[in-house]
């Protein structure tokens, strides 16, 4: 199998964890996989407003370098980029007035973006295409007895239209840790918002988030907890310093991008990994369960 | 909070701007209360997300237009999800803050963050919030 890649640059930068444990892990099984050329950001988040065309241009350009490319369809890692390529995808295909008008700003482009793109997440490669069972036969180390809570956030599943699982109560991270003989955690803080953007310049909302997701998470035992978002990443892990500021009883616990744990029981060399760019070391928790 | 309400203001070119740009019928909303029942950020909102569609309709401009709540709203789309009617809440109160973006007055201000606040930060974080806050 072979699929089109769109990396978008925080893959490239912070999250380069994620990158990595998710490019060994799609390799180790079997996917190949093709970063798009001349890629551009995506501008993060969808464009809300009606009469707003603009900031449609910049992921309706990258659905281009997916046709040039010659293929029909695009795998995103990141959450926000996942959204935000799908929300503008479905867009201009249900409103082809936009659609040309994109086109002719863009009259420098050798070609027009007819609609014809598939936006899909690594998520969904994995259930529809690879499916699960095959994923649980590559395991070589299995995650035994690891507690592991799985964080969605926002932006793999609203709105409804583009959500790549059940709205309320999505379960396909829990089922991949099931795949990778973890033990999955349910909490009641899985689809809460982390407060996104907000820790630019508010980072003391974001602390508040972390505290209370994170400990709803811990109740139910967690060990630690898996997602699939940058922005997520870094508020549940890096705000964890300004949590404990704020809540001197608030306990570490280890965030993971759910292709690090991935990768572990694909077998994946620990500098590959690159657990150095997690913030709370995941390292004494993956050792004690002799995972690395 | 005492509130004036005025035929002037449920007429005023506010409310057909804020219902143009978001795309939403305001008057579709019967107040169940289920948008802010479910947000997670309004214990830093002083308008709640229901009240801001009740205020939208009544065009209660100068109210919405210095609320805290439209900046501390994330798009997280949680209100959207669950309303009965159908409402993108969110929507509305983009459009809200794009009324006064579109006049320049950008809510974050890039140059009074300290080099150290942009460094620590992603990307995805800078690129977002100033999606997000200016114009
Ligand atoms: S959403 Fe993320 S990772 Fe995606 S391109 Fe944009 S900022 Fe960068
Ligand atoms: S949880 Fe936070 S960063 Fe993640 S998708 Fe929602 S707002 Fe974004
Ligand atoms: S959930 Fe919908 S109908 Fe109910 S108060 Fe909110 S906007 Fe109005
Ligand atoms: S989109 Fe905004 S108003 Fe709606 S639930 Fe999320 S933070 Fe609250």
Redesign the interface.
């Known amino acids: 199998m072979k699929i089109s890649y769109y990396p978008g640059c925080t893959l490239k930068n912070n999250a380069k964890n994620f990158e990595d444990s998710a490019l060994y892990s799609l390799k180790h099984l079997g996917v190949e996989v093709e970063e798009l050329p001349r890629w551009n950001c995506c501008g993060t988040v969808f464009s809300l407003a009606t009469d707003d065309l603009i900031h449609h241009v910049a992921p309706i350009r990258n659905l281009i370098r997916v046709k040039e490319s010659n293929s029909n369809r695009v795998m995103t890692l990141c959450a926000m980029c996942y959204n935000t390529l799908k929300r503008a995808n479905e867009r201009v295909k249900a409103d082809p007035e936009s659609l040309d008008k994109i086109n002719q700003f863009m009259y420098r482009e050798d070609i027009n973006y007819e609609g014809d793109v598939k936006v899909l997440h690594l998520l969904e490669l994995l259930r529809d295409e690879i499916k699960l069972e095959n994923l649980a036969k590559q395991v070589v180390k299995p995650l035994k007895n690891l507690k592991v809570a799985s964080y969605y956030g926002c932006l793999l599943i609203r709105p409804k239209e583009i959500g790549l699982d059940d709205i309320e109560n999505p379960t396909i991270l829990e089922n991949i840790m099931t795949s990778l003989d973890a033990d999955p955690v349910d909490f009641p803080y899985k689809t809460e918002c982390c407060a996104s953007y907000q820790t630019v310049d508010k980072p003391e909302i974001v602390a508040d988030r972390t505290y209370q997701i994170l400990t709803s998470a811990q109740e139910q035992g967690a060990e630690v907890v898996a997602l699939s978002c940058p922005l997520c990443a870094f508020n549940l892990d890096h705000r964890q310093k300004e949590t404990a500021k704020k809540y001197p009883e608030f306990k570490n616990i280890p965030i993971l991008y759910f292709t690090q744990l991935m990768a572990i029981a694909l077998g994946c060399p620990e500098e590959v990994l690159r657990l150095d760019l997690n913030f709370i070391d995941p390292k004494p928790i993956l050792k004690e369960k002799g995972l690395i | 909070m005492r509130i004036n309400i005025s035929r002037k203001k449920i007429r005023d070119s506010f409310v057909g701007k804020v219902e143009?740009?978001?795309?939403q019928n305001l008057l579709a909303c019967y107040q169940c209360g289920k948008c802010s029942a479910g947000c997670?950020?309004i214990?830093?909102m002083d308008i709640l997300p229901n009240q801001i569609i009740r205020y939208a309709q009544l065009g209660l401009k100068d109210e919405l237009l210095q609320s805290k709540s439209i900046w501390?709203c994330?798009?997280?789309?949680?209100c959207?999800?669950r309303c009965p009617k159908g409402i993108?809440i969110?929507?509305v109160i983009?459009?809200i803050r794009?009324i006064l973006l579109r006049k320049r007055e950008d809510h974050?201000k890039i140059e009074k963050?300290s080099d150290a606040?942009k460094s620590?930060?992603?990307?995805?974080?800078?690129?977002?919030?100033l999606?997000?806050?200016t114009s």
């Open positions: 143009e740009i978001s795309g997670p950020a214990s830093e501390i994330a798009s997280c789309f949680t959207n999800a993108n969110a929507e983009e459009a794009q974050l963050l606040e620590n930060v992603p990307p995805i974080a800078i690129i977002s919030s999606r997000k806050f």
